[in-house]
């Protein structure tokens, strides 16, 4: 049987003005009546002025008499949270012996110290099913539907007070929080009326709800990974995607409380042509998790926290390039004869090399840091569709004023970090991204007979201007190929790292960090690593003379810079101070999201 938990002999709102009832055979307690009428010879009274042995003792008088529910409101009571940890142990795994394994899993996520849990659910995993065990009904579905249809925005995950729990007992709960005895037949009508509307619930949920300021606690949703992943469940799109999760703009620390929070723009999303999972409001990607967790990794575990890509040419290459344009240009080239020239210029130029350094190139930031910069230099070329105001840089290309193309080289454009500043407040307690977060550089490099690159610290006025236009209409280009949006999602979670570590703030909050910077607790999803790549080169034809550019670069993400100490700048006014006051939390522990009223 499914109850509202909190809403036996405590007082709730209740999150639907309708009676619900949710029927099934009777599992062990999770969410016992607080108060109970005391266990073999234990009165319940004066339990206040008992010491911690007494207490031990009462919590395992309750436990043997399978009384979890007072139990655990001793634990919740304890003045000292390692005790409260230890004591909450116990009684995860003295449910998890009686088969209560959903219930364990909830009182395991009370523990409040990341190694104590741990501890907790490594037991539970080699614990056997006690007698009262067997297989113990999955109700998650159905207690997603019953979220997702009745008030989606009143409970817990949707930033409510109204949670949902097993109870031993067949009761049902009315809309004034009323437990009552059970007809076990219109339970059954009422599911069925629930089951009915499965089909639209999706546009019911909370996490789709368009928002200008969704909190995410970072500790909260470690503790709900570990959770699910300790329970054998996949996690669900809205973990993935970290409630729809647009930018991240602001962090705040709440030391008092233990919490990590950070926030932006949040909303509905979408799976586009591409299988990126994108606002439906502005088409741009939402932040992931995965891509959270590798770009944390690597900043917390490196001694610098730079990573990035490289794409170059081959030096044999481009030592055959320049040898075919040397003899090709002996004489002139007719019109039918230039898709095959074209096609011999990228066989003699051959395939680009790809180097990912700092993180693991089979990762998903790697690959978007690879596709974003490969497609960059598209557009550069020519090859790809652009946007108004982003000309590629072969139709800007024209005759010297000695009638001469400008001189082979190879064009060099990168991607990197661009933020105006970080600000905080006066306490270095809520801190707010400023910027674009991402640019295009540029440089000219010299070539050698045999084909090596000279880097030449030095970019011409042309080279310059297609950098300074695709930075400048970077937001329309990251519209038209979400990709771009994909990276600069990855600078954010860089620059998140990065001032988790400079400001020391997981320390300052009593976050451990366990799961989500070990990759033996939580292996972050791997694909295929890119090596190779077709050269991006191509030509343009101008009073009769072939003009043949081609491009290297990459991605350089190091965000250091504008996390040191001196470089973090005072905000301007008391708003940053106050947000991070509205944005307090104040919802249950098992929420890890919630937005800002």
């Known amino acids: ?79 000292d949270r390692r005790q409260a940890d230890a004591w909450l142990t116990q009684i995860a795994l003295a449910q998890a012996a009686v088969g209560a394994r959903h219930a364990a899993l909830r009182t395991a996520g009370e523990i409040s110290d990341q190694s104590q849990r741990s501890y907790a659910l490594r037991q539970m995993a080699q614990q056997p099913l006690g007698a009262g065990g067997g297989a113990e009904p999955d109700f998650d579905s159905l207690i997603n539907l019953l979220k997702t249809t009745v008030r989606p925005d009143t409970w817990d995950d949707g930033g409510g007070p109204g949670t949902v729990s097993p109870f031993p007992t067949g009761v049902w709960v009315d809309a004034q929080g009323l437990l009552k005895p059970l007809v076990m037949q219109e339970a059954e009508g009422r599911l069925q009326q629930l089951r009915s ?34 329970a ?20 705040f620390a709440y030391p008092e409380g233990g919490d ?4 932006g723009p949040a909303g509905d999303w979408r799976i586009d042509a591409e299988n990126r999972a994108v606002s439906i409001d502005t088409g741009l990607p939402v932040v992931r998790l995965d891509d959270l967790v590798v770009v944390l990794r690597h900043v917390m575990h490196s001694a610098d926290g730079k990573f990035g890509c490289l794409i170059v040419p081959r030096a044999e290459g481009l030592a055959r390039l320049q040898q075919f344009l040397e003899q090709s240009g002996k004489r002139p080239l007719q019109p039918s004869e230039r898709r095959a020239w074209l096609e011999q210029l990228r066989t003699h130029l051959g395939v680009q090399d790809i180097e990912v ?18 497609r960059m230099k598209l557009v550069g070329m020519g090859l790809e569709e652009s946007v108004p105001g982003v000309p590629s840089y072969l139709s800007m290309v024209r005759l010297g004023p000695d009638g001469k193309p400008p001189a082979m080289s190879v064009l060099r454009w990168w991607f990197t970090l661009d933020y105006e500043a970080v600000e905080t407040d006066a306490d270095r307690l809520a801190f707010q991204f400023r910027g674009q977060g991402i640019k295009v550089l540029s440089e000219n490099e010299r070539l050698t007979a ?38 600069r999602n990855i600078g ?14 997981p320390a ?38 072939h003009i043949v550019a081609g491009v290297s670069g990459g991605v350089s993400c190091d965000p250091s810079r504008w996390v040191a100490r001196d470089a973090i700048r005072p905000a301007s006014s008391a708003d940053l101070s106050q947000r991070r006051q509205k944005a307090k939390p104040a919802a249950p522990p098992e929420t890890w999201w919630w937005d800002c009223q």
């Open 232 to 251: 054998g469940r996949a996690l669900d799109e809205t973990t993935q995607l970290l409630a729809g999760l647009q930018r991240i703009s602001y962090v």
């Open 492 to 505: 954010d979670l860089a620059l998140l790292a990065a001032l988790l570590r400079a400001e020391d703030l």
């Open 357 to 374: 350094y700092g993180l693991d190139p089979r990762t998903r930031p790697a690959r978007i840091m690879v596709e974003a910069d490969y």
């Open 197 to 230: 509307t499965a089909a639209v619930r999706g546009r019911f949920d909370a996490a789709r709800r368009r928002t200008s300021l969704r909190m995410i606690s970072l500790p909260r949703l470690e503790r709900h990974v570990q959770l699910q992943l300790a």
């Open 260 to 263: 990590l929070v950070v926030a």
């Open 450 to 487: 045999d084909g090596q690159r000279i880097h030449t610290g030095m970019s011409d006025e042309l080279n310059r201007q297609f950098a300074r236009n695709f930075t400048r209409h970077f937001p329309e280009l990251a519209r038209k190929y979400p990709v771009y949006a994909e990276l």
């Open 508 to 545: 300052k909050c009593g976050w451990q960090m366990g799961l989500f910077t070990d990759e033996n607790f939580f292996p972050a999803p791997m694909g295929p690593a890119a090596k190779q790549v077709e050269s991006v080169v191509n030509y343009r034809l101008v009073d009769g003379r």
């Open 1 to 79: 049987m499914y109850a509202l938990s909190g809403w036996t002999n405590r007082r709730t709102v209740a999150p639907a003005a309708l009676s619900f009832v949710l029927c099934c055979a009777a599992v062990a307690c999770c969410s016992a009546v607080v108060g109970a009428a005391g266990v073999a010879g234990v009165p319940p009274q004066g339990e206040s002025a008992l010491g911690t042995a007494d207490h031990d003792a009462l919590i395992g008088a309750y436990l043997r008499a399978g009384e979890f529910g007072p139990a655990l409101e001793l634990a919740r009571r304890a003045g």
